[in-house]
């Protein structure tokens, strides 16, 4: 393979012919380039989905009710069905093994709160100290419920920093402050924010025991939040939770005597079929990408065999002489392959350094929504430039193998 | 040196066939200078060009140096066009991005030979034609004599059996081409074989035989009395 001779014949072509080599390489280079593009791009997506969904727990099974649509045992249709704490217990108890965090929830909306001469209209949210981490919730002052709380059912709430601006805007802490809620004084115990935004911060929380106490909830539930510890993949997670809603389910309908068929009575939510969504969305963009990149790089094989054809009958004469010299057919092949090689590996690497210096350099200030830090794998990027140089290899070795097989005489008559 | 009995070969032109060699028997002896005559489509070039293994032919034998060709595969042919013959050719057939030097070099790459080596022989070649001082220059720099030149010095460089000359001097003025047909001639006297297909007179006067073909057979072979090229020089 190294060979001096050789080399040099090859360097003496291409210093002849510049403009050809370089174009030749260009449709290489630019063929990588925008292959890496469009690849770092796919990733970039895909990090700025998994972005977007890691604000809420993003393999949460919620279930709510509504009234009964169909006839059953007798039942007739349009019964309001109402989740209770047994409910929850049962699930809770059930499933203990494979449930990560768990909450129920006992709601309020518009209730008004009054601090000192403040008052303001907000949700009141009662939940288990869970509910932090399924609402992704994080404190700023302070801390969340805590089992202490809902065992004693103590007269606690924790408030968002939008509501420590507009009640207690003077005060640099609110701990330990006391709102009034329906007539009781419930004291502050922490200030919680949420990545959500302000639209997140309406709500204020209480040990469920407490809301429900309060505000004659009695066993009353609206609604109850599971999630599942997570399997090894996301293929799994998914299967998981789907089994668990199907499980829930079919144990509501039981307990509440709904028809199996019921489909608008009990509902549920679960986040994960979401992502699988976007998952799905974002695995569909990124096989685009790699078949626009693969068809990229195809015209850019087309383009190195065109020029290898070219350059094979550019010389057709030159090689008539060579084999009148006594080169053998596998040594003029030999010949045009290497530079064919050598051209689309060096234009190759040329591309891939380039497009993957721009990705490093330019990925992480990339700040558009569902795009987070464009990035390729570099083995990808490897394998797709060997890809290139065999194929440009390919390319080259069929006009080479009809040079070499021409009668040097029919070569020697080529004007 | 080169033996050759009854030597067919014809072309296809579409549905037509030309039957150009009709026979030839033919031999040349070591040392010879042979000149091969004819009009235009008497079969002289087809002739050379089998002989350099630059084209095969349909029927026949053909022993070179003892050795019989035949069953020729483009690498075969490679290999005997390397070892035993030198071509000299109308349009010279340098490659015009390579300097005198290096196509004087080129055979004896093909020979495997390393690379100061080729490159001595090959400048000793170049001063055996004149051109020494003129090593470095690529052939689009050369005159029309200093370029069939520099083919004669590529053609000795592989130090072969047989020199095939076609149309050496078909685009050399007259003067140039006696200057060409001297150094042919010098390099018969030091014992080389030496065939030069051409249709001039003048220059075929300048070898030791005249072989004579017309219409794909030779008419007349005989020997003459050599003209020195110097003479005109």
New interface residues.
Partial sequence: MFD??RWQEIF??IR?NKLRTFLTGLSVASGIFILVILLGFGQGMQNGIDKEFSSDASNMIGVWTQVTTKEYKGLNPGRVIQLRDENYDFLEERHAGELEYKSPMYRVFNTSILYKNESGSYSIWGSSPDFQQLENAFMSQGRFLNFNDERQKAKVVVISNKIHRELLGSMENPIGEYLEISGLSFQIIGVYGDVGGDREEEKIYMPVSTAQGVFNGADRLNNMFFTLKPAATFEESLAESERFTEEMTTYLKQAHMVAPDDLSAINTFNTLENVQRFHNLSSGIRIFFWFVGICTIIAGIVGVSNVMLIIVKERT??I????????????VIGLILHEAIFVTAVFGFGGLIFSMGLLELLGPMVEVDYVVNPSIDFNVALITVFLLIFAGALAGFFPAYRA??I???IA?RDE | MIEIKNLHKSYKMGSNSLHVLKGIDFSVAEGELVAIMGSSGSGKSTLLNILGMLDTADSGDYVLDGVPIENLNETKAAQYRNKFLGFIFQSFNLINYKSAMENVALPLYYQKVNRKERQEKALNYLERVGLKQWATHLPSELSGGQKQRVAIARAMAAEPKVLLADEPTGALDSKTSYEVMDLIQKINDDGNTILVVTHEEDIAEMCKRIVHLKDGVIVEDKKVEQVRASAYV
């Fill in positions: 001096i001779e003496d072509t002849k004469k030159e008539g002489i060579r084999k009148a010299l006594g080169a053998k057919p596998i040594s070499a097989r009668q040097p005489i020697l």
